[in-house]
């Protein structure tokens, strides 16, 4: 046997094989290859570490070496055969045109991969097949060279480390539990498995964190993951018990990863019955079991069944599936805690929103909320003395429970602010430097954590006033409400717009409106105009259509434009706070100007007398009077302006003094042998509250009196209240009334 270019086989045949080719000189086929030359090739091929055959023109086996006969996929005894008998479970029609083509053409076909399964346990083998054409010296074609390797242990480490390449790219792409789970699923068949199912403990899904290594006893598990290319099914959400003497409650006791050869002979074995099909695994030849654990807490089971696949599991199966497991349980966890927080949000949130949105006499108020977790939005309804009410709505820069609780601070601080019956724009700037100290005060925080608290949010405060019919707002980077009209004019507030709370400056300018009764005012948080970017001509659209027929319940129209306006799952907060104005006739509100003269005491106690009796409050009228005369006594002492007393009728009897002055009065306590000083007192001892209110020229004085139609009963005659204490209201009535008949 020789090569063209001289090289004897004898000198180096691997070399010769892998590098040159071979040329081995036939012996005709009757008398076969001389015995020197055989036992020469013998003793050189015997000793190559490559799996070496030799085929004739007809594609049969003439001659393998041992290492060829080791590989078990082909038929150990096939010498002599054709390719069908011998190539055994590699033989295809494909593999038989490709070597007839290597003897046509002369050209090598190298590393050509070959998949086949053993007859004894259908284990695959994957082979790397080279084959070479043999010819003489003179050119004639002898047959074919194969020179094989078995790669079965180098595929099965390439093809899981793409699996596990592949599970860390697919598996917790979000923090849902039940779509991670079903990211694991799909990416484990039928790569590992025929069928995969996730289970987790149903007291995870609920919320707790049972630790690792839970006691032996029945365990609730649901599914929450779910694929199979075989029969049978289970729906996600479907709950197990799984009894102490199943391997699967034993997996989770002892958190250690089981091959269950024959899952059909298991007593234990988990029965999924659908309405229609076998149970799920009832084919399953192979079984997996491996907990799903995560920071020492125990989540649930990852089960691998395999029926269509004929090759049992093994440990190395088993190792595998524990590392994608292993990066699951984290994906799971993940979610798991981001649910947890995220449920924790938003109860809180809702705790933090009114329960209730009160009944006023200013406007009918309706709202509507779909939360999604984020913890960043929050409206609220406050009623003003006067028969006022204010509207507030705003969002915090951050998400989570740091907002949610930063949404609780600023509802704190806004509902102190509206005590002090401020003006909006004045009340944005004292909640600005709220806003810039509360930061301050915090300890340093990462990078990506803030705007977690009150810097950075924004909020539109807007006050209504039922009797004028003014509407006075002011927005710290809020977008501004829409107004719709009774005419049907639908249209965005003209006003500006500041900058967020705690950033830029703390300049806001109030914007006064009249606005007509049936006015719909819609406050909007800030996630709702940007949602899928809608301009803003087509959000006008959409609330114009929503709102038809404007004869519906408020609560409806509320329904219908949030639903215009958001998608059906928000990835955000999407609240939504619609108010109907109303107007206080001229049967509720009298109004009567005043000089700034001492002889206007008279005059107002004069106007208040002949009012309540035109209302029929007879049993209010000595202390309307009373607190009539102390409230343009103080106007007249210190202001030189004139004054306006007005009296609004409705669940209650205000009455209010406003004048030009700036200064604001304070209540003091007087001594017996003070002169003066008691005025303000006896107004906060003989009402239900009192207070001042800032106007943008002077301030106005107001206290409030229950009417015996808020209290469900009458007072005693002549007072109109009732007092716990006697002694000292007796005494300073008895004061007031000496002072009222000096005036």
């Known amino acids: 046997m020789a090569h063209a270019n001289g090289i004897s086989l004898c000198d180096d045949l691997h070399k010769c094989i892998i590098h040159y080719g071979i040329v081995v000189e036939f012996m005709n086929t009757t008398n076969g290859m001389s015995a020197a030359l055989q036992h020469e090739f013998d003793e050189s091929s015997q000793r190559s570490p490559l799996a070496l055959q030799v085929l004739d023109t007809e594609l049969r086996l003439m001659w393998s070496n041992t290492a060829a006969r080791a590989i078990h996929a082909f038929r150990s005894d096939a010498q002599g055969h054709r390719i069908r008998e011998w190539a055994g479970a590699f033989y295809s029609q494909q593999l038989k045109a490709m070597l007839r083509g290597v003897l046509a053409s002369g050209v090598p076909k190298i590393d050509v991969q070959l998949r086949g399964r053993t007859d004894a346990d259908s284990r695959e083998v994957v082979v790397s097949a080279s084959w070479f054409r043999l010819t003489d010296a003179s050119g004639r074609v002898l047959g074919l060279v194969a020179q094989l390797v078995d790669v079965t242990a180098r595929d099965r480490a390439r093809a899981a480390r793409d699996l596990l390449r592949r599970a860390h790219a697919r598996v917790g792409t979000t923090l849902d539990i039940f779509s991670t789970a079903q990211e694991f699923a799909d990416t484990m068949v039928p790569d590992l498995a025929d069928t995969v199912v996730v289970d987790l403990l149903d007291s995870v899904l609920r919320g ?37 003497s199943s391997p699967y409650a034993q997996d989770l006791a002892d958190l250690q990863p089981r091959l269950v050869p024959r899952p059909e002979a298991d007593p234990g074995r988990l029965e ?7 149970a799920l695994g009832a084919d399953a030849h192979s079984l997996m079991v491996v907990p799903l654990t995560a920071r020492g807490v125990t989540l649930g089971m990852a089960r691998f069944y395999r029926s269509n696949n004929p090759e049992p599991f093994d440990h190395e199966d088993l190792e595998l599936a524990a590392d994608l497991v292993g990066h699951t349980a984290l994906c799971l966890d993940n979610a798991r805690l981001y649910t947890r927080e995220r449920s924790i949000v938003r109860l809180l949130q809702l705790g933090l929103q009114p329960a209730e949105v009160p009944a006023h006499a200013a406007a009918e108020i309706a709202r509507s909320y779909r939360p999604a977790g984020s913890g960043a939005d929050w409206f609220d309804v406050i009623p003003l003395p006067s028969s006022r009410i204010a509207f507030v709505v705003g969002s915090t820069a951050g998400r989570g429970i740091r907002a949610a609780a930063a949404i609780g601070e600023m509802r704190a601080a806004i509902s102190a602010l509206a005590t002090l019956d401020l003006l909006p724009d004045e009340l944005l700037e004292r909640l600005y ?28 405060y807007v006050i209504y006033d039922p009797v004028s019919r003014q509407c006075s707002l002011a927005s710290a980077g809020h977008p501004p409400p829409v107004l719709a009209h009774p005419d049907g004019r639908v249209a965005f507030a003209d006003m500006p717009v500041g900058s967020p709370l705690g950033r830029g400056t703390a300049r806001y300018r109030a914007t006064e409106i009249e606005l007509p009764e049936g006015c719909i005012i819609s ?102 009077v009373l607190v009539a005369s102390e409230l343009v006594t103080n106007a007249v ?64 004085i107001w206290a409030e009196l229950e009417t015996p139609e808020a209290t469900g009963e009458e007072g005693p005659q002549g007072s109109g209240i009732a007092r716990e204490d006697g002694g000292d209201n007796d005494a300073a009535l008895r004061d007031q009334r000496q002072r009222v008949s000096e005036q």
């Not at 630790?211 to 598990?221: C, D, I, S, W």
């Not at 930061?439 to 949010?457: C, N, T, W």
């Open 208 to 244: 707790e964190a049972p630790p690792a290594g839970a006691p032996l006893g029945e365990h609730l598990v649901r599914c929450v993951g779910h694929q199979s290319v075989a029969h049978g099914t289970v729906a996600v959400g479907e709950a197990t018990r799984l009894t102490s």
């Open 272 to 278: 999924h019955v659908p309405s229609a099909g076998p």
């Open 433 to 460: 430097a709220l806003a810039v100290r509360f930061d301050e005060d915090q300890p340093s925080r990462p990078e990506d954590e803030v705007g977690d608290y009150l810097s950075g949010a924004t909020c539109l």
């Open 523 to 624: 406050l909007f948080n800030t996630t709702v105009p940007a949602s899928e970017g809608i301009e803003p001509e087509e959000q006008l659209s959409r609330i114009t259509a929503a709102l038809q027929p404007r004869s519906r319940p408020l609560k409806e129209l509320c329904e219908a434009v949030l639903s215009a306006l958001t998608p059906d799952r928000p990835t955000n907060d999407a609240a939504l706070l619609m108010a109907r104005t109303r107007v206080l006739g001229s049967d509720q509100v009298a109004s009567w100007p005043l000089p700034n003269d001492p002889a206007a005491v008279a005059e107002a106690r004069a106007h208040v007398e002949r009012q309540l009796t035109a209302w029929e409050l007879g049993d209010l009228m000595f202390t309307a």
């Open 637 to 700: 002492r210190y202001s030189a302006d004139p004054i306006r007393l007005r009296l609004i009728r409705n669940q209650s009897l205000v009455c209010e003094v406003t004048d030009g002055s700036t200064a604001a009065p304070s209540l003091r306590h007087a001594e017996e042998e003070d002169e003066g000083g008691r005025g303000l007192y006896i107004v906060a001892q003989f009402t239900t509250r009192w207070g001042i209110r800032p106007e943008r020229h002077g301030k106005t």
